[in-house]
């Protein structure tokens, strides 16, 4: 058959493919659904062993409870840009929220899935969400591992 002559993209198929290495390149983001895998493994206390690529696979199951992560990878460069990315969580600033701006289409699906965390929020991260059209902020909620909770404030009376 062709395919298994010539491989996917016709040149000729080596399973020791020596274009494929230590230094190939890597991804700078993950081009996987992330927030659908971790809702199907559901890592929270967990050990984890998951591939380095761009470092954001060990990220979203650290983010979404994992106990311990360890990574691998053929490439140096995926390890690279772990270390980066690591670098600059440890020492760049970080408010405790994320606003995020949504159309009424996309307010609608976050509601309907509370459980969904496609925004990367760590546990105990506040959320704020705004309108897209009108920039104002119509809710505030926390990542709580499993879901988005709403947060209650309660009348505060002083004398």
């Not at 992330?34 to 890592?43: D, R, V």
């Not at 926390?142 to 009376?157: A, H, M, P, S, V």
């Amino acid at each position: 058959m062709y395919l298994e002559e010539t491989g996917a993209f016709g040149r000729p198929f080596n399973k020791y493919d020596n274009n494929f290495g230590r230094f190939s390149p890597t991804y700078t983001v993950s081009n996987e659904y992330l927030s659908e895998a971790m809702e199907i493994l559901k890592p929270r206390g967990k050990s984890v062993l998951t591939v380095a690529v761009s470092g954001d696979q060990a990220f979203f199951y650290k983010i979404n409870g994992a106990s311990h992560v360890d990574t691998f990878d053929i490439s140096y460069c995926a390890q690279v840009m772990m270390n980066v990315k690591t670098a600059a969580v440890q020492t760049l600033d970080y408010t405790g929220y994320q606003e995020v701006y949504l159309s009424q289409e996309q307010m609608s699906e976050f509601y309907s899935n509370p459980q969904k965390n496609d925004f990367g929020i760590l546990i105990n991260q506040y959320i704020i969400i705004r309108d897209a059209d009108t920039k104002e902020a119509v809710d505030q909620l926390c990542w709580t591992g499993e879901e988005f909770r709403q947060i209650k404030f309660k009348d505060f009376y002083s004398q």
